[in-house]
């Protein structure tokens, strides 16, 4: 990604899906529900010619290299969306589940606008990474219909950022040492409902992200830890770089877009919606973790 303002709008790495990919997911589709299956029994098998179609290696190469592709012309109208979404994806990563319902599939949308889970509400959302029952390694965003107005997306790459971070030695020290984040009992049995991570952590020469500051603050309340002076300062100077660097980048998403995003390299926000029609903004997202493919291009691309 280039550096420009955000104020301005820039558009990732874009790939419109061919005939081909499209050909191969409807069939791949149509066999699920002639075995009378859906979304909930099927299985990445399905979709495993997928792995062979050109686009998916597009999108795997341009996910190493700038962290977030856009791909357009997904087919948003056919009832069957939510399964040919998954399906798609398992081309790209192993689908991981989103909250205690192991949702393969979750909607963002304004269903619920008190709920502290921001993405069913309209709300802007901060500068964040996702994170939950599990963090995902990458996390795709399907827009199924747009707003009637707003809902911008904006993405900042973590090393983007790290120089001017950097620049504020104590700031950068800071976010290297662990934080407490809340999952916001969106967890299945057995899992812990506050971790433990670094927001900045850099692995064989890799820099990596693990960001939401409501999350952080709800974590070290919850097992009585209050923030020090020193990680308030460091979130602060943090948010303050993401609201002024020329490294953020925003665009708004078209129907049939999909942003598939490196959670672990890009921190990523919206801003607020508003909806006039009856059947308002409805995105769908999914969970993956990277196939070793990924993850080493990622490293690749680094020591270049
Ligand atoms: O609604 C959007 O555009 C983004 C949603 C989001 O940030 C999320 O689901 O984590």
Redesign the pocket.
Known sequence: MTSRAHSTETTPVSIRLPKEDLDVLARAVRQVRADDRDLSSAQPSDFQDLSRCPCVGLIRAALAREGVVKVSGFPVDDERVELGFWGYCTGLGDPLPQNRNLSRVDV?ANVDPRSVR??KTNRA?AF?T?MANTTPDV?A?LTVRQATAG?A?KLARIADLTDALMSQPEVYVTLRQPFMFDRSGDVSDGVEPVFESPIVSVRQGVPSVVYNRARIHRGHRLVGQPLTAAQQAALDALDELLATSDAVHRFT?QSGDVLFVDNRAVL???EEFEDTAPQGRH?L?VWLQARNELREGRREVASR
């Open positions: 963002v921001g993405a959302l964040h996702d996390f965003l809902g997306s998403l990523h926000a919206r995105l997202r």
